[in-house]
């Protein structure tokens, strides 16, 4: 029904263009309004979260992974989400099974790191299942990572100031 919806507004926009041809002022002003009101459906949606940036100037948050609280950094540099051993074997995650085979760059250098894909990974009202993620040795990392693999499933993200808005799909 949404999607009919919007549909509906595209095409009312479209013939508002038409009808409007002859000036382009009324043509930006109906493409903005057209802007607005799509940006507030989806702020709307419920499915977004809003971040503020921390003291030490990176957004941090508390994600759910398998349903358990863990700290989490966002690192729009970082190809996936990647998992302290700590927050792994706190998750129910099947260390023992791992193969350490994936070579990595951390802040603190270079290691080896274990794929997994994880069940449900949560932050706030943004829910994505069967996450690829990565885990590193214990003692390798200080923090776990929220990297592309949850933020390329996203709608969009943006910064503006010091707020991070994560916007999932309706």
Known sequence: MSRFLLVILMLAATAGAVVA?????????????????????????????????????????????????APMVIDTGATWVVLTYETAKAAGLPLELLEYNVEVETAGGHTRAARLTLDRLAIGKLVE?????????????????????????LESWEVRADRLMLHGYP
């Open 21 to 69: 041809y002859t000036d382009p002022e009324q043509i930006a002003r109906a493409s903005d309004t057209v802007s607005e009101l799509l940006r507030r459906r989806v702020a709307s949606s419920g499915r977004a979260v809003q971040i503020a940036r921390g003291q030490t100037g990176e957004f941090t948050l508390k994600a759910r992974i398998n349903g358990v609280t």
């Open 129 to 153: 299942r069967s996450v690829p993620a990565l885990v590193v040795p214990h003692g390798q990392m200080k923090t776990n990572l929220l990297g592309m693999s949850f933020l390329d499933r």
